[in-house]
């Protein structure tokens, strides 16, 4: 991963979802060790407690769990819990977004549908 350090988002927020991405792809499975603030910081180049805030969060949401003195660990559900934000967060937000530009572009719910299938197979091809 590459961080966007002139973006919007915030750093600490694109290293949580970094590693929500991880878990997704099953590089980090549940009840296993995560990187500590201090790997992170070191395979980023930012500061520890950047990369701390981006775990607090993680753990705050309920994906990662505390061992104390040991470290961050996935949580039994993560995986779930990842897929369920996003798709009710992200991808709601990205569907608005969407459906609200093909409103200005005069498109119909048909012209829409054939996008988004066109896209799909071209995905999934």
Known sequence: MILDTDGMKPIYVQIAEWLESEIL??????????????????????????????????????????????????SPHAKQMIMDKRKNQTLKTLIEDLVREAGYLELSEEDVIRLVREAWKGEKG
């Open 25 to 74: 792809h099953g590089n980090f499975k549940a009840d296993e060790k995560v990187y500590s603030q201090y790997k992170l910081s070191d395979l980023y180049n930012i500061n520890p407690a950047t990369a701390a805030k981006g775990l607090t969060k993680l753990a705050e949401e309920g994906i990662l769990y505390d061992k104390r003195g040991i470290g961050k660990f996935v």
